[in-house]
């Protein structure tokens, strides 16, 4: 791919050692991983290397560790897991650096596939001190990155390694900023965006930044709310920053002087309590009754959705329309992902997901795998949508 150092332009892997950031970040209920999707995700770059005989070495970071190696940050139980996913033996050194670490990688054949403990056990590590990179180097030959999810982060793992060693793009990484440039990098017009979640507080820079870029936004979940309410609507008792509303006037204004179309909505559905099967009805939204909350966008505000999607050659999609963790209030945020879905089907409509309400989103209304990609990056995909640039991804650009 242009612009990326990739796992083709390495000349000969075979016997090398091949340090890989992957993301194994993934959740754990009671000791087992409940969503083994990021595994799967990076299981074509180790395979690919393994294959080729390199000695596969993977670097990773799991929680936020405040005090040093503990049981509960241990990425020990991971690497079972990802032995499963892979279908083969993952060994484990208890140490990312070190005498540990340095003996497993000596112990490794050709072919080998070995994790190593937590990086972020080491405060150097979230510091990107040059030390601790050094001692990170020592055991690989080559530096592959294929973490896209945790390429926000300029830690030694992420980023300082790149410095330290020849650095390139692994399978993952390299579908993603391809997806990533297909969604806003350099997009078919006309570009939808479908921005949604609780707060804008949290999703200022993203809204700045897609206004400029998309021809339409529709903007659903709480964070509507807010904008409703700064133009004038009662939104009764539902979620709403008040304080945002000159926030919320600006972004309006910005979208009006670049040409982009808001979609706000037309109608929602109200409830008198936050709870699965509630009693709701559908009102028009200048008619949400005072001790009413909007849960989710009524059919109407579906029905422009779906025809901008129709619209649309491009759609990126961030955050839920309506609280689709409880139902009836999932409908609006199902009927639009499964229309995206048979959209991108027909080959009518390049379609981006991220973030991770976003993923959970789509995997309820059963249609992540329709679209074009769905990035498992929370924090990174929210930092490439607001149009930063990502550390541990500028350092492998050629
Ligand atoms: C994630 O889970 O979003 C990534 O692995 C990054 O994790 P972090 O937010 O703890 O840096
Ligand atoms: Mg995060």
Request: glycine share 10%; with cysteine.
């Amino acid at each position: 791919m242009a612009g990326f150092k990739t796992l083709d332009d390495i000349d000969a892997v075979s016997g090398k050692r091949v340090l890989v950031r992957v993301d194994l970040n993934v959740p754990v209920a009671d000791g087992k991983v409940t969503d083994a999707t990021r595994i799967e995700r990076i299981a074509p770059t180790i395979s690919e290397l393994s294959g080729k005989g390199a000695k596969v070495i993977l670097l990773a970071h799991f929680g936020r560790p405040k005090d040093g190696p503990s049981a509960e940050f241990s990425l020990e139980p991971i690497a079972r897991a990802t032995a499963d996913v892979l279908g083969r033996p993952v060994g484990f050194a208890a140490d990312c650096i070190g005498d540990k670490a340095a003996g497993a990688v000596a112990a490794m054949k050709d072919g080998d596939v070995l994790l190593l403990e937590n990086t972020r056990f080491y405060k150097a590590e979230e510091k990107n001190e040059p030390a601790f990179t050094e001692k990170l180097a020592a055991n690989g030959d080559i530096y592959v990155n294929d973490a896209f999810s945790a390429a926000h982060r300029a830690h030694a793992s992420t980023e300082g390694l790149a410095h330290r060693l020849p650095a390139y793009a692994g399978r993952t990484m390299q579908a993603e900023l391809d997806a990533l440039e297909k969604g806003l990098g350099d997009p078919v017009r006309p570009v939808v965006a479908i921005v949604g979640g609780a707060k804008v507080s949290t999703k200022i820079d993203l809204l700045m930044n897609l206004v400029r870029k998309v021809d339409a936004l529709v903007i659903g979940g709480g964070m509507a709310n807010t904008f409703l309410a700064a133009r004038g609507t009662d939104v009764g008792k539902s979620l709403c920053e008040h304080d945002l509303a000159s926030t919320a006037k600006q972004i309006m204004i910005e979208a009006a002087e670049a040409g982009c179309a808001i979609i706000l909505p037309a109608d929602g559905v109200v409830a008198r309590e936050f709870k699965a099967g509630a009693a709701s009805e559908t009102v028009a939204i200048e008619a949400v009754p005072a001790d009413g909350m909007i849960l989710d966008v009524g059919e109407k505000t579906v029905k422009t959705v779906t025809d901008w999607i129709d619209r649309a050659a491009t759609l990126v999609w961030n955050g839920p329309l309506g609280a689709f963790e409880i139902e009836p209030f999932d409908r609006a945020t199902v009927a639009a992902a499964k229309h995206a879905a048979a959209r991108t089907k027909e080959g009518k409509l390049v379609s981006v997901a991220g973030g991770g309400d976003t993923v959970a989103a789509l995997n309820h209304a059963g249609v992540a795998d329709d679209f074009t990609y769905v990035s498992t990056a929370g924090g990174a995909f929210l930092e490439w949508m607001e149009g930063k640039p990502l550390p541990g991804v500028e350092v492998l650009k050629r």
